[in-house]
């Protein structure tokens, strides 16, 4: 019969334990496992490595390339120098744009007219008024001069017979008015009832303010070529 151990046989075999260095074993068949595995790893991080490798110059190529605020160029002013064409909005063309032609009214109102560019008197062209005309007499040719002369005019009509029958009334309280034909922006004709011709400014000023206090009547100062020649003093 085998004898029990002892209590020092205990403490004995505690203290071998506890001294003793623990060494792992693998046999055959775990370590060929453990090199698969670790052979498989290296497969994978290998091919990630290349699909990242091929695909990120694709990525940075789509990318959009982003611009510093520093490299921006700053705006340059437009001069003469770039050759640039500026259009002046008197240059456009704005026919095509729907609405009321500003110098256009009511048939049968009575409108007084700014901007008259051709007369027409009794059938007679006569030349553009301009904005400021020289009072003294324009000399023309060598010798030969042509006096400007000075018009009231009253009312504008847009049909000839309007112009006609205020000119009849006139005509009734002792006035010698005559119908003017004029052309407009738009090329079409209208009609001003108009007084005069006077020699100088001074006499169409009088005879502007005698209208408006006999009368009560708005008039307009308008100037032209008399069209008839004079010599030069």
């Known amino acids: 019969m085998r004898k029990p151990p002892s209590l020092s046989d205990a403490v004995r075999l505690s203290d071998h334990l506890r001294r003793q260095d623990y060494e792992f074993a693998f046999n055959a068949r775990e370590l060929g496992f453990l090199v698969a595995g670790l052979g498989l790893l290296a497969i994978l991080i290998f091919t990630g490595g290349v699909s990242v490798g091929t695909r990120l110059p694709a990525a940075r190529a789509r990318q959009p390339q982003l611009v ?32 009321p032609d500003p110098d256009e009214a009511a048939p049968g109102h009575t409108v007084l007219d700014d901007a008259v560019q051709d007369d027409t008197v009794l059938g007679e062209t006569v030349p553009e008024e301009t904005a400021e005309p020289d009072l003294t007499a324009e000399v023309r040719s060598l010798g030969e001069t042509v006096e400007t002369i000075f018009e009231l005019q009253l009312a504008l009509f847009f049909r000839r017979g309007d112009a006609e029958e205020a000119l009849a009334g006139w005509r ?62």
């Open 68 to 99: 510093q605020a520093a490299e921006v160029p700053e705006p340059v002013p437009v001069t003469a120098d770039l050759g640039v064409t500026v259009l002046e909005v008197s240059s456009l063309d704005l026919s095509g744009i729907d609405g």
């Open 172 to 233: 009734e309280r002792g006035y010698e008015p005559y119908v003017v034909e004029v052309s407009s922006s738009t090329g079409v004709p209208r009609y001003t009832l108009r007084l005069g011709p006077y020699p100088s400014m001074d006499e169409a000023v009088k005879e502007q303010a005698a209208l408006a206090e006999n009368e009560r009547s708005d008039s307009v100062i308008r100037f032209r070529d008399s069209g008839r020649a004079a010599k030069e003093p």
